[in-house]
């Protein structure tokens, strides 16, 4: 299921190379769309709990959810609670939230989810890192401390660059050293989880949950994952030949397929329905 990381250049696909790239993998038996949710499915904003999807992304997740053999699933750093909370999912998604840590569906009663909690040692590691980013964020106006479920994070983006950066700097030198912390750099976060979980596992989750609903191999599950962030490249890289991996947007990545921002991601997603229907 490896697939050899590829660097392409920062040019954004043509409209006949995502054509081409959507009717190979819409041609699979079983497939799983899982999209990341901030950058990918709602343009990133200086609030988390403000932002909001692009413009017809809700009635796209809703018609491509609605197909036969295709399942939708979100994979996303958010907890469970806040990504249902913004993403008002329609019935049928998978929810990987916490970096796939969580999990959880959506069914016409409402969402379900498998509740976990952080055990002893993770809490009181999880203790000491809110402290230790809670004195780094009052040394620093503009930044703040997110506190999620098995993770703490630290929000540098309305901070000056200079002062974002040295915090950065402070967290990753300090706390995100510790043993038994696992640290994420992402788009002005320095995410630092008890839990050593990556979207790779959320989206092998994804596969192995739609072919054990549909009674087929989990080979037999074609993927598409698109993500913006370097939080997604784990996912990007667990992808195989027969999967699709789209990054949005700049920077390094191991996709094959590079679309500029979120309203590509809704054309991306309207090419899908349309090539599946
Ligand atoms: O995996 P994702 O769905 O992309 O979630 C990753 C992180 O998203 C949130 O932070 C990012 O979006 C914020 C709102 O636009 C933005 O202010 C922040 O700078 C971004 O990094 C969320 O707050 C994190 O907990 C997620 O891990």
Redesign the pocket.
């Known amino acids: 299921m490896s697939e050899a990381p590829v660097v392409p250049g920062e040019a954004f696909a043509s409209a006949s190379e995502v054509h081409d790239a959507v009717a190979r993998v819409a041609s699979s038996a079983h497939l799983a769309v899982a999209l990341?949710?901030?950058?990918?499915?709602?343009?990133?904003?200086?609030?988390?709990m403000?932002?909001t999807m692009a413009p017809g992304a809700a009635e796209a997740l809703t018609a491509l959810a609605a197909l036969p053999a295709t399942t939708l699933a979100?994979?996303?750093?958010?907890?469970l609670v806040?990504?249902v909370t913004l993403a008002s999912p329609p019935v049928g998604t998978l929810l990987a939230a916490s970096?796939g840590a969580e999990h959880g569906h959506v069914e016409d009663s409402g969402v379900v989810t498998d509740p976990l909690d952080a055990d002893a040692a993770e809490s009181d590691l999880l203790e000491r890192l809110d402290e230790a980013l809670t004195a780094i964020a009052g040394d620093t106006p503009g930044v703040w401390v997110?506190r999620?479920t098995f993770?703490r994070?630290l929000?540098?983006?309305t901070a000056e660059a200079p002062e974002a950066a040295a915090a950065t700097d402070r967290a990753v030198e300090g706390p995100a050293s510790w043993d038994g912390v696992h640290a994420?750099v992402?788009?002005?976060?320095v995410?630092l989880a008890v839990r050593s979980v990556t979207?790779a596992d959320g989206v092998a989750w994804v596969r192995e949950s739609v072919a054990a609903r549909a009674g087929v191999e989990a080979s037999e599950v074609a993927v598409v994952f698109a993500?913006?962030?370097t939080?997604?490249e784990n996912a990007l890289l667990s992808l195989g030949v027969d999967d699709l991996g789209v990054k949005v947007g700049h920077g390094e990545t191991a996709a094959t397929l590079r679309i500029a921002d979120e309203p590509a991601v809704v054309d991306l997603v309207r090419a899908l329905i349309a090539a599946r229907a």
């Not at 990341?36 to 988390?48: H, K």
């Not at 979100?74 to 907890?79: D, K, N």
């Open positions: 990341d949710f901030d950058g990918v499915l709602a343009p990133l904003g200086d609030d988390p403000g932002v979100l994979v996303s750093g958010r907890r806040d990504l970096h997110e999620k993770a994070v929000h540098t983006r994420i992402g788009k002005s976060v995410e979207k993500g913006d962030d939080t997604d």
